[in-house]
């Protein structure tokens, strides 16, 4: 899947202290823009419902805010930890990690 | 009428019994307590002491007492892992495992010994908790059915470390704990104000905990919940502070502690599903307000006003408008109307910007379908 920009955030949690990162796609690496891409296409992320809610959050677990835009179009999905797919996790972990990067580089 | 209370002798029906335990003078009480306990055992019936909330007395559940186990997760996903720690084992080389031990069991005893509650469902439930869970993780949570405790930034070099294990502060097991007491009592809605009030509860016997576990009067108490977490790397006290919210940390990396502290300073946001961690600031105030207001040992009496709210009086969709009435309304139960533990509740919340008259109209008005809706995207977020 195609991405010019990811705006991710992260709130919530036992510590509520909020991660979020604007990922624009010319920055990043090329294998990396291409592992993110893959990983798009592999969770079906334009199909999946803006928010996704198939249980009741979870005291203290950590909601996510991804959206991915491309040209004029833009989709977004916001999820507690629990209710993600499974198949969000890889996608979730470098996104987290570019924003832990950037969070601690930005003094 | 004393002379009517003697657990022979048992005249009194039960529900008077009741009122005299909860209006009588101490001698009174007790009285009334050993005779509903004498006709409980004479009837075998528990029905009697079901509803009896005003001198927090419950028959022993038929459920084991303290039971535990801690697994590990060997920074993997699946929950629970692998038992490591059970109840009466030795000691493990874990530290994590021995706090997530200890720091339940000192849980289990604030709940069992203040307040006569057995475990997390008053039915002595086990309590399983697992550490060491992901890589890096940064959090700890309660899943429904048992806490989950994150390693912090272990993953990184010390000089990039943020946050220590979540094991590392009592106050932080008895947060989890508790959420899995509110799951068995208030049921509050984890979202918007009622997910706040959820929060603060947790913060509230989270800290209950600490200050008992350290033998602290109100005024001795620090009032700051996850002491410990952040690192030395980290310019910050702590994750909360009940006393001061929005100054527990202040750091060019983490931000700022962003918990308002009274309701004009009340954060509107869909984040943290509404704000959960962050508006909790304001009743987490109006109790701190309370118990030192009322000075002396905040788990004997601010304790007792809000677990009794907690288990009997709030619900699923309360506001911080509900909590203040219901607060107000348990103090004068307890203590009489009038009384100067009320009046410490009524201080607690006006100086957080909610009168318990209910003149103060919340500025969250929606509905629990309406959270709900807001929460899943079918209804406009509020500005």
């Known amino acids: ?107 | 009428m004393t002379a009517h209370l003697h657990p022979i002798n048992c005249i009194v029906p039960p529900h008077m019994l009741e009122k005299i335990a909860t209006n009588g003078t101490e001698a009174q009480r007790n009285l009334a307590i050993e005779t509903l306990k004498a006709s409980e055992r004479m009837r075998g019936q528990r029905r009697a002491l079901m509803d009896f909330s005003a001198a927090a007395f419950r028959v022993a559940a038929a459920g084991a007492g303290k039971e535990r186990i801690v697994y590990d997760a060997k920074n993997g996903t699946s929950l629970p892992g692998t038992p490591v720690r059970k109840e009466g084992d030795p000691p493990s080389s874990d530290v994590a495992v021995n706090e997530a031990y200890d720091g339940s069991g000192v849980t289990y005893d604030l709940f069992k010994d203040i307040y006569d509650r057995n475990s997390i469902d008053n039915n002595g439930m086990r309590m399983d908790s697992t550490v060491h869970y992901r890589k890096g993780y940064d959090n700890a949570f309660w899943n429904g059915e048992q806490m989950v405790y994150g390693d912090g930034d272990e993953d990184l070099p010390p000089a990039e470390r943020l946050f220590n294990r979540f094991t590392i502060a009592i106050d932080i097991i008895g947060h989890e704990l508790t959420h899995g007491v509110t799951q068995f009592e208030a049921k509050l809605v984890y979202s918007f104000q009622p997910g706040a009030l959820n929060e603060s509860m947790s913060d509230v016997f989270g800290s209950l905990v600490k200050q008992r576990h350290l033998n602290q009067t109100a005024a001795e108490a620090d009032w700051i919940i996850g002491a410990g977490l952040l690192t030395e790397n980290v310019n910050g006290v702590g994750i909360r502070s009940m006393k001061e919210p929005g100054t527990a940390y202040n750091d060019p990396v983490l931000g700022k502690d962003p918990q308002p502290g009274h309701m004009k300073d009340y954060v509107n946001t869909v984040s943290d599903n509404g704000g959960v961690h962050i508006n909790s600031g304001i009743p987490n105030r109006a109790f701190y307000i309370t118990a030192t207001e009322l000075g002396g040992y905040a788990w004997e009496k601010a304790g007792q006003i809000w677990y009794v709210t907690l288990r009997d009086k709030l619900g699923t969709n309360s506001q911080f408008q509900d909590c203040a009435n219901l607060t107000y309304a348990v103090a004068a139960d307890l203590f009489g109307a009038g009384s100067l533990e009320q009046m410490a509740v009524k201080k607690g919340w006006a100086e957080v910007g909610i009168n318990v008259d209910g003149t103060t109209p919340p500025p969250e008005p929606g509905g629990c379908l309406e959270s709900l809706l807001r929460i899943i995207g079918a209804a406009p977020a509020k500005k």
């Open chain 1, 1 to 107: 899947m195609k991405f010019e920009k990811i705006r991710f955030e992260r709130s919530g949690g036992f510590a509520g202290i909020r991660l979020a990162t604007e990922i624009e796609a010319e920055a990043l690496p090329e294998d990396q823009k291409k592992e993110i891409a893959e990983l798009l296409d592999d969770m079906d992320f334009e199909e999946l419902p803006a928010k996704l809610a198939n249980r009741m959050p979870l005291p203290d677990e950590f909601v996510y805010s991804i959206v991915v835009e491309f040209g004029d179009q833009k989709y977004e999905v916001m999820a507690g930890e629990s209710a993600l797919p499974g198949d969000a996790q890889p996608l979730i972990e470098i996104l987290e990690g570019i924003a832990k990067q950037r969070m601690r580089k930005k003094d």
